[in-house]
């Protein structure tokens, strides 16, 4: 059972917008304590979507955003593309663990 | 451009010491979180542990088995895990950590290393 909860499959149609949500509790997300998201393709590393809530590395498109509120957390994900289609998942410092954790990832399919 | 390499044995008998390491090319080791990070199906993405400014941090879950430690001088990261059981069979990688407070985001990934273990 992960720290964090995510919803294990999302879809949606090309150009469409869909939300991945990421849940805690009082000692990571709302604690408060960053949330960073990463985008994994089959077969490859997880790589770096949005850091510290909603900042974008260079390179990755202004369709994903970030969120945080309380002890949840959401990507936005705008004008869906086929290549949009991978496994999201959320991380972030869990203070009773002493320990990053990571949300059980979600599969984003685009129809 | 920071990229990682790893390698490592990848088929191991339970209680034997896994070993990894990870080169670091480009960029600076300095100011920076070099962490061990695992997949499995079961146990999703879990941080296993890191070394920063020569300060190694563990998963207290791994705790009296892990070692993780930097050689600046050869910039090689490394990990050892002994008395392994099938429940360390996992992809394993090593990233870069960029530290914020008590967070940290990964922006650089090795490719990953498969470790099966068997009994």
């Known amino acids: 059972q992960s720290f964090l909860t995510q919803p294990p499959s999302v879809s949606g149609a090309p150009g469409q917008r869909v939300t991945i949500s990421c849940t805690g509790t009082?000692?990571?997300?709302?604690?408060?304590?960053?949330v960073h998201w990463y985008k994994q393709l089959p077969g490859t590393a997880p790589q770096l979507l949005v850091y510290l809530n909603n900042l974008r590395p260079s390179g990755v498109s202004d369709r994903f955003s970030g969120f945080r509120s309380g002890t949840s957390a959401s990507l936005a994900i705008t004008g869906l593309q086929a290549d949009d289609e991978a496994d999201y998942y959320c991380?972030?410092?869990?203070?009773?663990?002493?320990?990053?954790?990571f949300g059980g990832g979600t599969k984003l399919t685009v129809l | 451009q920071v990229q990682l390499q790893q390698w490592g044995a990848g088929q191991l008998k339970s209680s034997e010491t896994l070993s990894l390491t990870c080169a670091v090319s480009g960029g600076s080791l300095r100011d920076y979180s070099w962490t061990w990070i695992r997949q499995s199906p079961v146990r999703g993405l879990e941080w296993i542990g890191g070394v920063r400014h020569s300060e190694s941090t563990y998963n207290s879950s791994l705790k009296g088995r892990i070692s993780i430690s930097l050689d600046t001088s050869r910039r090689h990261l490394s990990l050892r895990l002994s008395s392994v059981t099938a429940a360390d069979t996992a992809l394993y990688y090593c990233a870069r950590g960029v530290t914020v407070n008590l967070s940290f985001y990964l922006d650089v990934w090795g490719k990953g290393t498969t470790v099966t273990v068997s009994s």
């Open positions: 991380q972030a410092y869990d203070n009773r663990q002493s320990a990053s954790v």
């Open positions: 009082i000692s990571n997300i709302g604690a408060p304590s960053d």
